[in-house]
């Protein structure tokens, strides 16, 4: 099956620790995403990549790092920097770009951060 | 700095017509509107998109006016299955770009 994949659905990190969220692709999209969802709120975007090699920051990219070495992935790595890393996070791709008939994100089912 | 409004929460009964609007006042000329659901603990899913009039689909329809500069969802005869957030999504910055910015959402609560 087509689609995003993203891992571990759940994931704990210990004060000082950097951790990596894992999310993979089969779409052959270009585009890529991370949003991170705080309880009851809506979807803040951390950064995204339209093509490999590149990536722009988002609204709230402080704390987090990403790379984009291949089409099909995207980690995102939660720095010790974040001090208050815990959230869902969501990765999400689109085909774009924008303006197009075909523009669509879709999403992984998310990661589930927690600091110990 | 393109933004989207919509009512924060919405409740209605089971077999009504309910219908969500969002404000995007600064929308770009060619970007299009698309609406997503999502439940709790999970990425959201599309629903529809359109650009302008109207659009139907087998789970909802689209209206948008001419002046786009806002559209309303409208899923008919609801069921409990449909409770869940709503956003309206548009592009952010320069058409051609790949950036999105959600709004906060509407939590559509379906009562029995």
């Known amino acids: 099956d087509g689609g995003i994949t993203q891992s571990p659905k759940y994931l704990f990190r210990k004060e000082g620790q950097n951790v990596t969220l894992s999310c993979e692709q089969n779409?052959?999209?270009?585009?890529m995403y991370w949003y991170r969802q705080d309880p009851g709120q809506g979807l803040r975007l951390i950064y995204y990549?339209?093509?490999?090699?590149?990536?722009q920051k988002g609204d709230i990219a402080e704390g987090y790092s990403v790379s984009r070495e291949k089409k099909e992935s995207f980690p995102l790595t939660v720095t010790s920097a974040q001090k208050n890393p815990t959230a869902f996070y969501l990765c999400?791709?689109?085909?774009?770009?924008?303006?197009?008939?075909?523009?669509?994100?879709?999403f992984g089912s998310g990661t589930q951060l927690s600091v110990l | 700095l393109a933004k989207t409004t919509q009512p924060i929460s919405m409740d209605s009964y089971e077999g009504q017509e309910v219908n969500i609007t969002c404000s995007h006042n600064?929308?770009?000329?060619?970007?299009?509107i698309t609406w997503y659901q999502q439940f709790p603990s999970q990425g959201p899913r599309f629903i529809i998109q359109?650009?302008?009039t109207k659009v139907t689909n087998e789970v909802a329809s689209l209206f948008i006016p001419a002046d786009r500069k806002s559209s309303t969802l409208s899923l008919p005869r609801v069921s409990l299955s449909d409770t869940a957030v709503y956003y309206c999504?548009?592009?952010?910055?320069?058409?051609?770009?790949?950036?999105?910015?959600f709004g906060t959402g509407t939590r559509l609560k379906v009562l029995a």
């Open positions: 999400a791709s689109s085909i774009g770009p924008r303006g197009a008939t075909n523009e669509k994100l879709f």
């Open positions: 779409l052959n999209h270009d585009a």
């Open positions: 359109g650009y302008k």
């Open positions: 990549s339209q093509i490999v090699n590149d990536f």
């Open positions: 600064n929308i770009a000329t060619n970007d299009y």
């Open positions: 999504l548009v592009g952010d910055g320069p058409t051609g770009t790949y950036k999105y910015i």
